[in-house]
Every structure is written in C-alpha cells, then in structure tokens.
C-alpha cells in the first residue's frame, strides 16, 4: 500500500513540474513574441530606428519577470539539490 502511495506521490510532483516548466516556456514564447512585434512596430512601421530605445523598455522590465519565473521553476533544484523537500519532510517526520 505504501508503495502506491509512494509512486502516486511522485507522480502528482512530477506532473506539477511538468506543468510549472511548461508554463515557463509558454511565458518566454510570448515574452519573445509581443517583444519582437514592439521592437519591429516602434524601429521599423514608425521609422524611430533600432537605436531609439522605447521598444526596449518593455523587454528589458518584462525580462526581469521572465528571469524571476525561471528562478522559481529552475532554481530550487539547483540551489537546493534534488529531493531536497524530500530530505526535509523525512527529517521533520523524524523528529
């Protein structure tokens, strides 16, 4: 019994990272995107030139959230390691 338990724990955790790693790529696919299409209307459709940088605005800021989604899907296995929360929950339960 605790084997089922066990693999259907792991596998609700991993379906979870899948679906928190597929909304990453959803958010830098749009990211690239409506960023392209700012960067091409203000250069190009309003004859401003690649050097203003009004359409950039919007990429960088927006990339700062880019960059904090990529750190809440990516980083706790890098910083933490794997099977950190794991290790924690067995060590509380130990206790």
Do not use: Q
């Amino acid at each position: 019994m605790e084997t089922y338990n066990t693999t259907n724990s792991k596998l609700e955790m991993a379906k979870r990272k899948v679906k928190r790693i597929k909304g990453f790529y959803i958010h830098a696919i749009v990211y690239i995107c409506v960023n392209l299409m700012i960067i091409v209307s203000n250069s190009v459709i309003a004859n401003k030139g690649f050097a203003n940088t009004d359409g950039y605005m919007t990429a960088l800021f927006w990339g700062f959230g880019l960059l904090a989604h990529a750190m809440s899907v990516f980083a706790p296995d890098f910083i933490l390691g794997n099977n950190w929360e794991e290790r924690k929950i067995k060590e509380y339960m130990n206790k």
